[in-house]
């Protein structure tokens, strides 16, 4: 189906209005460095080991979308890897307080007033008010030799798994134990992964940019521009908090699922609201079932991890992420269909919001979509910054 020059005018205005500053992005950047050369520094504890910090989650994917109120954090997930220690060095938890200490010293170094909290597998820095957001960090351990062999001896794609990491997690019972039996990750894979599938398109505008600014393709950081894939997930992150902003029984489909699989569904098509139809319509077809018709969702950058094990243990996360994938699927198939700029707004503000339909619809109105990332065509001016005004935050919903 094809949508309506009005409804594609609405949709790139509706990603330019979700999407975060160049100085959001760049706060995320300049924070994980400044905690990473406070670990490497001459008399860090663990400067020894070589410690990496590198953003995952959705900053690092490009996929951050404005809180759908002030009072909402933005969630900076990044890892620390010690990249000359193993395994058989250290328990989960040594390694943990070894981070843990560090990361303290670093909050007192930056008068950081708000204590550092213990999560299940990171350590997390809340900085001041004002900043409105925080950062989880997570212990981490090179694993990818190990994981390689596992994925190929069951005959899996080992593709990306150089990458790999062993992660801390206090609710298991090998915890305080030293053992080769880490919980897994590969948020570096995964990244990749997800680059492969927009590579084509990411380099064009990179190249585009890169021109109309007059400077290299290599001095332009991947979040200075914007694919239709990921706008396309910025907007089903949207319209999915909205659907189940007042969950009360954990239900919301979790962010790593429809991020996976729209870019699975995504086949390199270069109009936002053609990829978000797209996407829509196929992305169910990359949800296996095993002999039980157990659900699959399996990273690809671990083909062992299913993304979708809880639906087994909690059928209701199954049903309610098909229900949303079917209300998503009429919402914008309706808006592509719709020419009147008013009607498309009144039809999508109960699905994204009032506020931000209405100045999607003004945006449109206006002629200012772009094929670039919104903040990157935007004046100074216009472009939100921290700010200064004291908050009392609260958890974001939906921000991996």
Known sequence: MAASTSSRRFIDALVEELSISDTRYEQANDSYQSLGRWLNRTDSTIAQYDPAVYVQGSFGLGTVIK????????????????????????????????????IEAYRKSNSMVKPLREGRRCWTLNYADGAQFHMDVVPALPNGTEVRKMLEARSLN??????????????????????????????????????????????????KLAKSISASVDDIPDYRVQTPLQASIMILKRHRDMMFENDEINCCPISIIITTLAAHAYSGEEDIAEALLAILSGMDRYVERDQQNMAIIRNPSDPLENFADKWAEFPERERSFFDWLQQARDDFAEVAGLNDPQVITETLSPHVGVELAKRAKDRALGGSGSLLRGAVVASGAAAPSFGATPRVPSKPKGFA
């Not at 395994?87 to 040594?94: D, G, I, P, T, Y």
């Not at 305080?176 to 505008?205: A, C, H």
Request: proline share 5%; charged share 35%.
């Open 158 to 207: 080992a593709h990306w798994a150089s990458t790999a990491i062993a992660i801390t997690d206090n609710e298991r019972p090998d915890y305080r134990l030293i053992t080769d039996q880490w919980p897994r990750s590969n948020p570096k894979g995964y990244l990749e992964w997800f680059k492969s599938r927009m590579i084509v398109v990411l380099n064009e505008r990179k190249e």
């Open 67 to 102: 809180p759908l109120n002030l009072d909402e954090e933005y969630d900076i997930d990044a890892v620390c890897e010690l990249k000359r220690l193993g395994k058989a060095s250290l328990s989960q938890e040594r390694l943990k307080i070894l981070l843990g200490r560090e």
